[in-house]
């Protein structure tokens, strides 16, 4: 772990305007989905070297990479990226209430709501890497831990859970959910090692 400061906004912008850039493929994670993703490495119960890690940011083929500029342009992002990993580790070791999720926020009906789809989704792609190792958990009386995560993320949920994420209040609630329950999942895999 690097014991760089903490990204600057400045370079957090630079870090998301590349990846909405039109250098990212469609496949490419925003920075919702990275967030969620860098979460669930920083607190799963494998470590996962960024050399495994990076390319599925980009999209699940190795074409979907993005044409940098330069090698150091390359290094400069990913650099950026193991930042926000950093980060999150750090959150967790030293305040882990102080840990916030990047959700997206909009307007509906004069409300402000949460959006945690494309972090869930961000967070379960990063579960995927290590699927063995996350069963421990999902076979746990504390599986229900995941299940806000598993609504709002997964590719796709049984017919009888469309009902729960049909309007953006019920995902906003269970972005409260998730939020609560990230935490606990820290804290389940701490007792693990």
């Known amino acids: 772990m690097s014991s760089e400061p903490l990204l600057s906004e400045k370079e957090f912008d630079e870090l998301d305007n590349f990846l909405m850039s039109d250098r990212c493929g469609d496949e490419s994670m925003a920075?919702?989905?990275?967030?969620?993703?860098?979460?669930?490495?920083a607190i799963g119960p494998e470590k996962i070297d960024q050399t495994e890690w990076l390319t599925r940011v980009w999209g699940p083929e190795p074409e979907d990479a993005p044409e940098f500029s330069?090698?150091?342009e390359a290094?400069?992002?990913?650099?950026?990226?193991q930042r926000v990993l950093d980060e999150i580790?750090?959150?967790?070791?030293?305040?882990?209430?102080?840990?916030?999720?990047l959700f997206c926020e909009f307007e509906w009906q004069k409300k402000q709501v949460l959006d945690a789809e494309a972090w869930c989704w961000g967070f379960l792609e990063a579960v995927s890497l290590r699927t063995p190792a996350w069963k421990v958990l999902r076979d746990s009386p504390q599986a229900n831990l995941l299940r806000a995560i598993d609504l709002l993320g997964a590719e796709e949920i049984e017919e009888s859970e469309v009902v729960l994420v049909d309007d953006p209040v019920k995902c906003h609630k269970l972005a409260i959910e998730v939020e609560a329950s990230i935490p606990q999942i820290q804290r389940f895999w701490a007792q693990q090692a």
Do not use: N, Q, W
């Open 75 to 81: 290094r400069h992002i990913s650099h950026l990226m």
């Open 70 to 72: 330069s090698p150091e």
């Open 31 to 41: 920075m919702d989905a990275l967030h969620g993703y860098l979460t669930a490495i």
């Open 89 to 101: 580790i750090i959150t967790f070791e030293v305040a882990p209430k102080d840990f916030e999720p």
